[in-house]
Nanobody, 131 residues
Framework: QVQLVESGGGSVQSGGSLTLSCAVF????????MGWFRQAPGKAREGVAV???????TYADSVKGRFTISQDIAKNTLYLRMNSLKPEDTAMYYC?????????????????????????WGQGTQVTVSS
C-alpha cells in the first residue's frame, strides 16, 4: 500500500523560507511522476512543481525562480524548497505520486486544477506566510 507523509509546513514572514518533505512508503515503480500541489481556502487546487523518475522538473509560473523540487531516491523522499515566500503562497500543500510515463508529468501541473491525475496523495501540510 502506497503512503505519502508530508512534513515541514509552518508559519513564516514574507520573504522567508521553508522546506517541505514527503516521505513515500510502498512505492516501487520505475517510471513515475511526483509533485507538490496546493489549495488555499475558497480556491481551486493548483500545481506547484512536479518531477519525474528521470529527474526532469516542471514549475508553475507563480513559483519559478523561488521554489525547487527535488528527490532523494535512496530515502524515498520528495522535497520542496521554498524561498522568497509571499502571502499568496499561503495554502495547504500536498504531495502526490503515480506511475506514469514521464512525458505525462509536466501536464499534471495544469490538469490537477480540474481532474485528479494522481492516485496517491498525502494528508497535506499547512504553509502560512504573513506580510
Amino acid at each position: 500500500q502506497v503512503q505519502l507523509v508530508e512534513s515541514g509546513g509552518g508559519s513564516v514572514q514574507s520573504g522567508g523560507s521553508l522546506t517541505l518533505s514527503c516521505a513515500v512508503f510502498g512505492y516501487t515503480y520505475s517510471s513515475y511522476c511526483m509533485g507538490w500541489f496546493r489549495q488555499a481556502p475558497g480556491k481551486a487546487r493548483e500545481g506547484v512543481a512536479v518531477i519525474d523518475s528521470d529527474g526532469s522538473t516542471t514549475y508553475a509560473d507563480s513559483v519559478k525562480g523561488r521554489f525547487t523540487i527535488s528527490q532523494d531516491i535512496a530515502k524515498n523522499t520528495l522535497y520542496l524548497r521554498m524561498n522568497s515566500l509571499k502571502p499568496e503562497d499561503t495554502a495547504m500543500y500536498y504531495c502526490a505520486a503515480d506511475y506514469r510515463p514521464t512525458e505525462f508529468c509536466p501536464s499534471t501541473i495544469v490538469l490537477v486544477t480540474t481532474t485528479d491525475p494522481y492516485n496517491y496523495w498525502g494528508q497535506g501540510t499547512q504553509v502560512t506566510v504573513s506580510s
